[in-house]
């Protein structure tokens, strides 16, 4: 496209008055906004932080943190290890080993023998929570994913059912109200191992 | 006296002349460019030590401690600023030689002088240099830093030059023998350079210890420009008025010069369009 | 004798310093909060029951002397190690002809460093000119080129502010007669009239090349966090860190302390206040004046964090363009306009 193409439009900026030309005035308007935010916070209680662990943070219900593996009504894990999830992952952090289920399961084939989420690896995008045919994995609400070592970051699967058995009673994540287990306590000491 | 400080004078000009050739970057680089650069060295730091002892003795550790610090810092910083190898080095060194002739001033009582020698030339030109070295040179040292041009002629006739001053300066010393009472004798004690005995002398002017005549000298007591009739202008002042009546055209003529100067210089980086072939004359 | 006194007189002016300094970082942090809707450090100190966070300058300190003293291995080592001694160096020595309080032969004693300096302003202007050397120093020894930009940019607007700096304060000189701060503070105690007053332009020009020389927004192009990480001193650590710090600090009080001296009155409050003329001597007096001035000082200090959270920062090239083709032109305005109002005053 060429320079004097009928189809660009020419901008210019905006003539600057005298007075916008000496900053002054401008200067002093953006010192009054400056202002009424140093004073809101200091005398009108302002301020939009939230003081962590003595105020709780409640994120949005599509917020997604920790994942958890759930259970159906019989407390069993609802996964089929279909795989499906493993495949959808975009950070190849789920390692998922299938076995035959038990003849006392007669609802499903399979049953996830081992199940582990690399919680370091993953990037938290759902893209598992989609693509499971059973709901049986969901990312909650759990923000505070702390760990001391790369080990303890590597969640299996009763870590997983532990972050379910701690977080079951948010099912769906109810907005307005904070998981709670979330705080105060890392996820860390949801289970053993 | 005269003919003892004259030929302490040439050792010092001799050793530090042979001292700053052995350190100059020479073309030739053997494997003795090394050994060479530290023997220099040695021969040069003799030389400062030699240059120290012509100063003063120890005589009173505030005044005279300060002065000979910035003396030798002031011509070893010089010398170190010659022979470095890298020029951002040799801008400091200089920057370094500034500030110690700056207090060199403050000592002799000539506060506007050192401060306005620290400001133009520490603080403004030496900063440009930094500012151009760095700007040019970023990918190391340019082949004509590597080397001196002609270190031996530049070394002699540096070197006898400073002999000569020494020399000269040296001839000035006074008559020391009795208390120093008029300004005209604390005057030619001041220039005197074998402040040996006058500098010690020279603080029977002030009634108090050696520290306070230091600090009074580093800030003289008026401070008022417009001062009363009759009064000794203080220095600033001083300073003022002699170029504006003593200097009158000097100044004027050294002013038209910086501003041709900075005509020059705009002509020089804004060039003006070339007049193309066709339309010759309309550019202007 | 003499000399120990003024020896306990330089300890205790630095550890002062250096205390406002934390505490300056606290307020700073603090305002940067308030302006950004936050509430900022508070939590340093919740233990023993005191309030606001008072004693995270003390953990910033602790941070600041236990981090390690990191030497990355391609930096130009002495170049590197002494840029901060520089910095911190040259911003303390400025300090030393700043009276913060009424210095004469008849007071308790001189609240300044170096009473009775005749070129008192100068010296400030000549120290404060060396503190540049810190910046570039750091930026080239650290052998980066963030840092390396940081320190060129910081050589070329040092010298283009000084000069405007310089000229502004010029108007004030000849209106006093004197180099001297305290004899600048004396003339506008006996005339009850603040530098604002006689000479805004210069005022105005001032606190602007005050803001630059300084580095502080919204003239830190030398350390601009997101163009240059950090600019000259990304490669510095732990207390190396914390001495660029402290020289910014000091050098923003020393600014402010100026600021106050020759256009704000010093100590002077019109007359409104008994024992601040300056013919008072006697410790109330003395205290009353310290007082003041320090209240004032503050003051300063806090409008320039005000401006630093309000501002952003100058492009390079409007930034010479505003000491070159703007405060040069008025400045020497303001001096001509000052020197001819004088001469017909005067006669």
């Known amino acids: 496209m060429r320079a004097d193409d009928p189809c660009l439009k020419q901008m210019k900026p905006p003539e600057l008055s005298l007075a916008d030309r000496f900053f002054l005035p401008q200067i002093a308007v953006g010192l009054g906004v400056t202002a009424r935010h140093i004073a809101g916070v200091m005398f009108r209680n302002k301020a939009i932080t939230v003081q962590y662990p003595d105020e709780k943070h409640v994120p949005s219900p599509v917020y997604r943190g920790v994942h958890r593996l759930n259970r159906d009504e019989k407390g069993r894990v609802k996964c089929v290890a279909c795989m499906l999830c493993a495949t959808a992952c975009p950070a190849h952090c789920i390692d998922i080993v299938g076995a035959t289920a038990p003849e006392t399961w007669p609802d499903r084939e399979k049953y996830p023998e081992s199940f582990v989420i690399d919680e370091l690896r993953c990037i938290y995008c759902g893209m598992c929570e989609e693509a499971c045919p059973v709901e049986a994995i969901e990312l909650t609400g759990l923000y505070d994913l702390t760990g001391l070592s790369r080990e303890q970051m590597i969640f299996d699967k009763a870590k997983l059912l532990s972050v379910f058995d701690a977080t079951s009673n948010q099912e769906p994540m109810k907005y307005g109200k904070p998981p709670e287990r979330a705080l105060g306590s890392p996820t860390t000491e949801l289970a053993p191992g | 006296m005269m003919t003892k400080y004259s030929i302490l004078a040439a050792l010092i000009a001799a050793l530090g002349g042979l001292g700053a050739y052995l350190m100059l970057p020479h073309k030739r680089k053997g494997t003795r460019a090394g050994l060479a650069y530290k023997a220099g060295a040695q021969a040069a730091v003799l030389a400062l030590v030699l240059f120290a002892a012509l100063l003063s003795p120890l005589a009173d550790f505030v005044a005279t401690t300060f002065f000979d610090l910035f003396a030798v810092a002031a011509v070893a910083s010089a010398l170190l600023m010659v022979t470095a190898r890298d020029p951002v080095h040799s801008a400091l060194w200089f920057a370094s030689v500034v500030l110690s002739t700056g207090g060199l001033f403050l000592l002799a009582g000539a506060s506007f002088l050192a401060a306005g020698t620290i400001i133009v030339y520490a603080g403004a030109i030496i900063v440009t240099f930094l500012f151009v070295i760095m700007l040019a040179q970023m990918e190391g040292r340019a082949v004509y830093d590597r080397a001196a041009h002609s270190p031996g002629p530049a070394t002699v006739s540096c070197f006898v030059l400073l002999w000569c001053l020494l020399a000269s300066i040296a001839t000035l010393s006074t008559d020391t023998s009795g208390p120093i009472e008029t300004r005209e004798q604390q005057f030619r004690a001041e220039t005197s350079f074998s402040r040996i005995e006058s500098l010690v002398e020279r603080f029977r002017l002030h009634k108090h210890s050696a520290m306070l005549t230091v600090i009074d000298q580093a800030s003289p007591a008026t401070n008022r420009i417009h001062g009363g009739e009759g009064a000794e202008k203080p220095q600033v002042a001083g300073i003022g008025g002699s170029l504006y009546t003593d200097h009158l055209i000097t100044a004027g003529l050294s002013g038209v010069l910086l501003f041709v100067a900075l005509v020059g210089a705009i002509v020089i980086t804004n060039p003006r369009p070339r007049p193309q072939a066709t339309g010759r004359g309309q550019a202007i | ?347």
């Open chain 3, 1 to 347: 004798m003499a000399a120990i006194g003024i020896l306990i007189k330089i300890f205790i002016v630095a550890n002062v310093l250096m205390g406002a300094v934390a505490y300056l970082i606290w307020v700073e942090r603090k305002i940067a909060a308030y302006a950004q809707d936050r509430i900022g450090p508070n939590r340093a100190g919740s233990e023993f029951g005191i309030p606001f966070g008072l004693l995270q300058p003390l953990a910033d300190g602790a941070k600041m002397l236990l981090k390690e003293g990191v030497l990355p291995a391609y930096v130009n080592k002495p170049l590197y190690l002494i840029a901060p001694v520089i910095a911190i160096i040259a911003a303390l020595l400025g300090f030393a002809v700043v009276p913060f309080g009424p210095v004469g032969p008849n007071q308790v004693m001189d609240f300044q460093i170096a009473p009775y300096v005749d070129i008192g302003i100068l010296w400030v202007f000549a120290v404060g000119s060396l503190a540049v050397y810190a910046v570039i120093l750091a930026g080239w020894s650290s052998n980066n080129k963030y840092s390396f930009i940081g320190g060129l940019r910081s050589s070329a607007q040092l010298i283009s502010y000084e000069i405007p700096l310089g000229l502004s304060i010029l108007g004030m000189v000849l209106i006093t007669g004197s180099l001297d701060l305290n004899a600048i503070i004396r003339w506008q105690n006996e005339h009850h009239v603040w530098g604002v007053f006689v000479s805004p332009l210069g005022f105005i020009i001032f606190l602007v090349s005050a803001f630059a020389e300084t580095n502080r927004l919204p003239f830190d192009l030398p350390e601009s966090e997101q163009e240059l990480v950090g600019g000259f001193h990304t490669e510095y650590s732990g207390m190396k860190f914390g001495m660029f710090f402290l020289g910014e600090y000091v050098h923003v009080i020393t600014v402010s302390a100026l600021t106050v001296i020759l256009f704000g009155g010093g100590w002077d409050l019109w007359g409104l206040l008994p024992y601040l003329n300056y013919k008072d001597v006697g410790w109330i007096a003395a205290i009353a004046k310290l007082s003041v001035f320090s209240v004032k000082v503050a003051a300063v200090i806090l409008f320039m964090m005000w401006i630093r959270w309000t501002l952003p920062r100058f492009r390079y090239d409007q930034l010479m363009d505003l000491a070159w083709k703007s405060l040069i032109p008025l400045a020497l305005l303001n001096l001509f306009a000052t020197a001819v109002v004088l001469q017909i005053v005067r006669g």
